[in-house]
């Protein structure tokens, strides 16, 4: 068991919600309060369990061996957001008055962070365009088909796995099967590294064909827990400010954000939540 604390106010329900909606079939579940997962840590598979307590996450974990706890903490850490400063990122926030009541409806939101920053950035490349649950289902698929069987659930392929697959194989449109496969190729061979500073890893996911501006700041948002990344362009964000911000579309929304550095990220999830139904 590892105890994780966090700063308060945490809307732990939130990033439940979040995860719940994304959550890849025999992969991962979430139930009764508690989000769990499959994973494979240096060829020791495992599932991984975690509940909120009181002023700290408990993390339960079962395995075939042991696994660097240390590296565990540090990933659970990005997944929900611990290190973030939920009093400064309000009281930031707030000096736009627009955003007052969005953030007292959901004070201690978090940024929904990830597991894997790999397949995160993948989630993101096939979910552009198409709604949560048809990603999911997309996700699902490639899982079944070329997930490892193992005691605690499916472990999701690698980038050495997918980088070898053809644009047939995954079910998907053509151009984001190349950029899901150039992706892979790029983070095997290190040209894209995700323990790099975000700015250069927005660089480097632009140079691979497929991959813009919305889906590079999306990574950056939830694969880097990234406070700053905005990706202005997101279609259902850019109606929660023409309704909530009166804002008309991306440039002017972009030219609003700039009020809200070096929060934007967190800007983002408010706005996401206003529109999302109670």
Known sequence: MIRLPYREPFNFNALLDFLAARAIPSVEQVTGGEYSLSMNIMDTPGRLSITDGE????CRIVADGPLPLIDIAEKVKRLFDLNALPNEISDGLCRDADLVPLVGRSPGLRLPGAW??????????????ISVAAATTVRGKIAQRFGAESPYGLLLPDPIQFSVLTEDQLPMPKRRATAVRDLARAVHSGEVDFDSEPDDVRRSLLNIKGIGLWTAQYISMRALND????????????KAAQTQLQVSGAVELLRRAENWRPWRSYAFMHLWAASVPT
């Open 227 to 238: 406070p700053d990344a905005f990706p202005e362009t997101d279609l259902v964000v850019l």
């Open 116 to 129: 894997d920053s790999f397949e995160t950035a993948v989630r993101a490349i096939v979910g552009k365009q």
């Open 55 to 58: 002023g700290e996450l408990a």
